[in-house]
């Protein structure tokens, strides 16, 4: 079985540039998840999918951040415009819920901005 | 959310059992102890998870305490494969906080 399968692994932009992120999450997974991680530090959730629907996104910073998940599946990150502090590894998680809130997470994208 | 505590580094010989402790003393009669780990540059890999009762699998073996108050994760046969940021989490409402975690370093 595949598991979570971002891209890309790195992106190196300059500020004020717009950059994407793309997750395809395990089949049959409902929710998905976009963390980021800052360099020594544990994930930070910042939204969560349940199918179509975002039902956490209150760590999201809305001014330059978004995402979509339009089909239920893949899902998409957005910042525009990135600035420094933007520099971290985003990651993508899901899991299958029905009783099982197991997150299996993907590779991660590591994003450099200078 | 429930917080827990870690030791920021362990080391463990090579074949030895390595024993990652947690407190999570606030964590909620619902609340489910979740670890993961993280090897450099990858994204972070489910090990093992547990509500009150010891769970075991083919990675690790979970002990709780039976006030749920604090938690073991053990590898029987620690490798150098094993190196990594061990997280333990208290999972409520589907989230996960990650903490920093503990580094453990295994030696030859």
């Known amino acids: 079985e595949a598991g979570v399968v971002q891209s890309p692994r790195y992106k190196i932009i300059e500020k004020k540039q717009p950059v994407a992120f793309w997750c395809n999450p395990i089949s049959g997974h409902n929710t998905l998840y976009w963390y980021r991680q800052n360099l020594g530090q544990g994930p930070e959730l910042l939204i969560r999918y349940e199918n179509e629907e975002a039902v956490d996104d209150s760590q999201l910073p809305k001014d330059r951040f978004s995402a979509e998940r339009l089909k239920g599946v893949d899902s998409t990150l957005k910042i525009q415009p990135a600035e420094l502090g933007d520099s971290a590894v985003y990651l993508c998680?899901?899991?299958?819920?029905?009783?099982?809130?197991?997150?299996?997470f993907g590779p991660g994208t590591r994003l450099t901005v200078l | 959310d429930a917080k827990t505590t870690q030791p920021p580094s362990m080391d463990c010989a090579e074949g030895r059992a390595a024993n990652l402790p947690c407190n999570h003393s606030t964590i909620s009669g619902n609340e489910y102890v979740y670890w993961y780990r993280q090897i450099h540059s990858q994204g972070p890999q489910y090990i093992i998870h547990?509500?009150?009762n010891n769970e075991t699998n083919e990675m690790a073996s979970l002990i709780i305490t039976e006030d749920r108050k604090s938690s073991t994760l053990i590898l029987p046969h620690a490798t150098l494969r094993d190196t990594a940021v061990y997280y333990c989490?208290?999972?409520?409402?589907?989230?996960?906080?990650f903490g920093t975690g503990t580094r453990l370093q295994v030696t030859l």
């Open positions: 998680a899901s899991s299958l819920d029905r009783g099982d809130d197991t997150q299996y």
């Open positions: 989490i208290v999972e409520a409402a589907s989230k996960l906080t």
């Open positions: 547990g509500l009150k």
